[in-house]
Each structure stands twice: as C-alpha cells, then as structure tokens.
C-alpha cells in the first residue's frame, strides 16, 4: 500500500468529495492562492476554482457565518480555521447556530458542514495558540468531534464527516501534517463513533486520541520490554465516543489509564473515567489513572513544555500505579 502525508490525506479526502458532490466547498484564510497554511489544500484552487476554493480575510465569526448560512440553504462547506484556538472568535456562530439550527427550526433546516484545522499545542507558540477544544465542542448537543491520528483515519474520518449531515467539528495538529502513513488509493470511509484498538494487550487499557496517541503508544512499547502488555485504544472521535470498546477492554485487563492533552477539569477522560466507573465498575482492579496536562496555560519555555504536556515517562508511571496501586 501507498504511503502519503496526513497532509495529503487530507486533501485527498476534500477533493474526492469535491469531484462527487458539486455543493461542496472549501472557505478559510490562506486556502486558495497560498495553498493552505500548512499546504493541506495545496492545488485545489486550480481545480475547482475560486468558486469553491475561497481565501476569506482575518474574520472567523464573519466566515464560520457564511458557511452557516450556506449550510441552511443546501451546500455543504467546509469551513477552515488556521487554528482551532481562532474558533473562539467564531464560536457564537459554532454554538448557537451550527449546532442548534435543526433542534430550533424542527427539522426545517440541517447544518452539514465541517470546521477543520489543528488543534493542541505545536511547540513554542504561547499560551493562546496551544489550547486543546475537543471537550469545549464535544460539551455541546448537535456537534460531532473528530480527532484522527494516522493519515489513513484522517481521509476515511474526513469523507464520512463530509457526508455527514450534521455539524462536524474536525481537529487536526500542526505536528502530524508531515507525518506518512499507508492509506489505499480506492474509495473508503471510516464510520463516525468507532474507536480502534491500535495495539491488543492483557494487563492494561491505554484510551487516548490524537497526536497525544504517539504518547499512549510510545509508553506501551516501553512497557512491553518489562512484560506488561498494554493495550491502546484510539478513540477518533470525542463526540459520540465509543463507549462499548473502552468498557470491553476493561472488561478484559481490569484496568484504565486514559492520556489526553487537554486540562484536567471536565475533560473527555473525566467523562470516560465516569462511564467506565459506571458501565465496569466490578471489573476495575484498580483505580482508574488520568494523565493530562497540568491545569496552567501553556508557557513559551521548551522545558516547562515538556513538564507540563503529557509524555511517555507520566503514563508509564500511571499505568504502574494501577498495575501495583501504589
């Protein structure tokens, strides 16, 4: 099987869907005549035109409205932020109308459209380009929230999230454009709300989604040389989350460690932690472990980044307390 860049997954994703659905169109800065910020849309302006590969200015809330109301009368946009921490500008427009157009109109108008771009921290950016949204958006009723990992998650994730006739959030990182992997040259799509188990193990539950995924599946490989086997869970999408294959691998290992970027109040591995304590609580051997980032904003410094991030040496050290209860 071919290999390609997340970025070219991406892209291949949008533009077969381009080729199928003439409604479809791509709106964001730097789109069209700079090819995408990150290059993720690179040639798509000269096929499909400025019609439908469109640069919009520095105005998040004035284009994420425009895609809306696009949305409402029969096209399907996808709506591109150069950085999820910019869709606060715009979150009116996500919250209070993408998401509750087909509750508030009884079903007179849906919203299918996808708001994509990276998410997380990417390095040295600061405080305000660092933040992790995937629980602010996957809080709110009527959104769905992506999250892929490899290249081959990201086309097929993308193309369902497309097709999709509800508001699809999709999130991204600057540090996985780069990153190759095998994804088919054929028609395939990845199902919404289905987790993957990346790795098979016996003795203990990794769940993590994500680039932090690269964490969750570095720790395991660590792991492996003392005998332990973890097995690791990619979620994919945070919004439905796909309880049933968490609950199933406790059920197996009897324990749970969820990694996750995010700060710790009111994150998605607090919800797991509550559903798992809920759904398998007389299988869990042991408490069950999170690691997030610690609850301060991002700073500049290489190294309070590394102290403050999650990393392979915190989910070892958690997966052995739940292991030996320490």
Known sequence: MREIQFRE?????????????????????????????YKVSQGMLEEFGA?????????????AGVGVGAAMNGLRPIIEF????????????????SAKILSMSAGQYGNPIVFRGPTGNAGQLGAQH????????????GLKVVVPFTPYDAKGLLKSAIR????????????M????????????????????VKRAGTDVTIVSFGKIMKVALAAAAELEKE????????????????????VESVKKTNRLVIVEEAWPLAAISSEITYHVQ?????????????????????PYAPTLIQAILPNVEKTIKAVKAVLYKD
């Open 9 to 37: 997954a991406l892209r291949e994703a949008m533009s077969e869907e381009m080729r199928r659905d003439k409604s479809i169109f791509l709106m964001g800065e730097e789109v069209a005549e700079y090819n995408g910020a």
């Open 51 to 63: 019609e439908r590969v469109i640069d919009t200015p520095i105005a998040e809330l004035g284009f």
């Open 82 to 97: 150069m950085t999820f921490n910019f869709s606060l500008v715009a979150i009116d427009q996500i919250i209070n109308a």
């Open 130 to 141: 660092s933040q992790n949204f995937e629980n602010w958006f996957a809080n709110t009723p």
């Open 164 to 175: 999709d006739n509800d508001p699809v959030i999709f999130m991204e990182s600057e540090v």
């Open 177 to 196: 454009y780069g990153d190759k992997g095998e994804v088919p040259a054929e028609e395939y799509l990845i199902p919404l709300g289905v987790a993957d």
């Open 227 to 246: 005998g332990i086997s973890a097995e690791v869970i990619d979620l994919r999408t945070v919004r439905p989350i796909d309880y049933a294959t968490v």
């Open 278 to 298: 809920k759904y398998a609580f007389d299988y869990l051997d042991a408490p069950i472990q999170r690691v997030n980032s610690l609850d301060v904003p991002l």
